[in-house]
């Protein structure tokens, strides 16, 4: 892998990423009042993000995002239930799929590109098959299908340390980041970048909020890999080799099923490559939509 290119001196001044000066704004649709975050150019095609389990939008590494939106309109956004979007939350993978879809509408978005990390891979796909003449392209990143033969099953220790009532930077560093001496400083360095917007809004996912997710994970067994050759659009599925969440041979069975894939593999890296690769992976995803 080549190494990323230094950051500039905006990227690399606390606070002054382009996500940290974005402002909340909302939409209603369906009964929900959605809080979304949207900045970069517009005029193009929106590329809209889907976060992973416990996460709301103030968890996007901001140095990920800057990447993203040098060139495209970047959407972020809490989902039913969750952080600053009202109502109760999601019980199901095909629900939260349908509170995307809702944005979407409430924005009056009728195409656009979509990249969903962790559980929010999974969310992504439940909305692109539900309605694929909506989305031009799909970024599956430390995610899957779920009900991928032959997956292996993360240790006991990943869903103790995940369902933990707060999470530490030990913890973070243990889930989303390889145990090296070079994988705890990119770790720790992305989570100095989220403090910025933390340190103010001290955004949690709820007990009920983490309880509905938790629930939509448990009832997606048979997840979607019977449907991946339904989903004929450019796909890019990517994860690192180090997952302890979700292993990556699930990014290279996806990719045996789908009609349009690519697979891409940071073999020094875990389940938050994209953070830990921010202007690698940030530049590859805008090749791949481009």
Not at 101 to 106: E, G, I, M, V
Not at 240 to 249: E, L, R, T
Request: charged fraction near 20%; aromatic fraction near 10%; proline fraction near 6%.
């Amino acid at each position: 892998m080549s190494l990323a290119a230094p950051a500039t001196s905006l990227e690399q001044a606390p606070g002054r990423y382009r996500s940290d000066e974005a402002s909340t704004e909302f939409a209603e649709h369906g009964g929900y009042r959605y809080a979304y975050r949207r900045f970069g150019p517009r005029g193009g095609t929106p590329l809209v993000l889907c976060l992973r389990f416990r996460g709301t939008m103030d968890h996007w590494d901001p140095a990920f995002l800057q990447v993203l939106s040098d060139e495209r309109d970047v959407i972020v956004f809490d989902n039913r239930g969750l952080n600053l979007t009202s109502g109760p939350p999601a019980q199901s993978i095909e629900e939260m799929g349908r509170g995307l879809l809702d944005l979407l509408d409430a924005l009056g978005l009728a195409a656009v590109d979509v990249l969903g990390w962790s559980l929010g891979g999974m969310v992504a796909q439940a909305a692109v098959l539900a309605q694929p003449q909506r989305f031009h392209h799909l970024v599956v990143a430390g995610s899957t299908s779920q009900g991928v033969p032959g997956q292996p099953a993360p240790e006991p220790k990943v869903w103790q340390v995940a369902g933990r009532g707060a999470n530490d930077d030990e913890d973070f560093l243990y889930l989303f980041f390889p145990q090296t001496p070079a994988g705890r400083a990119a770790g720790l360095a992305s989570l100095r970048r989220l403090d910025h917007r933390l340190t103010t809004s001290r955004a949690v996912v709820s007990a009920e909020g983490v309880q509905g997710q938790l629930t939509a994970i448990r009832a997606f067994t048979e997840g979607f890999w019977s449907r991946l050759p339904e989903l004929r659009l450019p796909v890019l599925v990517a994860n690192g080799s180090h997952d302890v969440m979700i292993n990556a041979y699930a990014t290279y069975a996806m990719s045996t099923r789908l009609p349009n894939a690519r697979a891409v593999l940071y073999s020094d890296a875990g389940h938050a490559f994209l953070f830990q690769h921010e202007a690698e992976f940030g530049e590859q995803v805008l090749r791949f939509l481009r």
